[in-house]
């Protein structure tokens, strides 16, 4: 597809000259958070992963105050501290008691292996806030599907040999193999919408105001008997 609609010699050379900052996405933005996110759900949810996910708009808010210099006025730099506030404490209260003793009242220490699931899960959602502020300040003058395409190469090459060092012993599943070639027609479907996101100029302060109306919104995508729990067990 990109190929398709952008010259070979151009793309080529896009991809020669800014190699490294798409490769630092790629890092940020897909290799290391998928890999956080694989180990997260064999202990948490799938509805208390895509609760921790929302997060990343407060992280990306965050970044763009301390690294980009959005500077906000007085009253709006109030409420994006209130707003992260809150958004931090309801994810929370959501995760808690599948990192919380499972015994009521129980004065025990809190489990080791979720606390690392929840945290793993954060560290992926903060690396999504960082790779976004990261795009906008090198990669600017990179159209979107050299951007995407770019980035997920940088990734692939990235996870290659961490894939076959830990290749399964046994054969992969007729299932795997299907549950990947889903995940490629979702990820080839969305190529076209982000190569649009060109011709749309994000706005400065675009993550920090982002930040105060995603929180509001993540408590309503888990419902406590509607979780499932998706383990890579199919792997094996």
């Known amino acids: 597809m990109l190929l398709a609609r952008r010259p070979l010699v151009a793309t080529a050379a896009t991809l020669r000259t ?3 900052p798409l490769l630092v996405v790629g890092i940020l933005n897909s290799a290391a958070p998928f890999c956080l996110f694989a180990y997260e759900e064999l202990t948490l949810s799938a509805g208390a992963t895509s609760v921790i996910n929302a997060t990343t708009p407060l992280w990306g808010a965050l970044v763009a105050y301390l690294w980009l210099r959005d500077r906000l006025t007085t009253a709006r730099t109030i409420a994006l501290a209130i707003g992260m506030a809150i958004g931090f404490a309801g994810v929370l209260v959501l995760v808690w008691n599948q990192v919380a003793p499972a015994q009521a009242g ?4 809190l489990p080791v292996q979720g606390l690392l699931a929840a945290a793993a899960a954060l560290a992926a959602s903060a690396l999504y806030g960082v790779a976004g502020n990261f795009a906008k300040r090198y ?3 990179v159209d979107a599907l050299t951007n995407a395409a770019g980035s ?4 692939t090459f990235t996870l290659a040999p961490v894939a ?3 290749w399964p012993a046994a054969p992969v599943s007729a299932h795997a193999w299907g549950a990947v070639l889903a995940l490629h027609r979702t990820l080839v479907g969305a190529l076209p919408q982000r190569a649009t996101s060109r011709h749309v100029r994000p706005a400065p302060r675009a993550g920090a105001y982002a930040a105060t109306g995603q929180t509001g919104s993540a408590g309503a995508q888990v ?3 509607a979780q499932t729990r998706r383990r890579f067990d199919t792997l094996e």
């Open 18 to 20: 800014r190699w490294l």
């Open 106 to 109: 129980s004065d025990a220490a």
């Open 139 to 141: 990669l600017m003058d």
């Open 152 to 155: 997920m190469l940088g990734a």
């Open 164 to 166: 076959m060092l830990t």
């Open 223 to 225: 419902h406590p008997q």
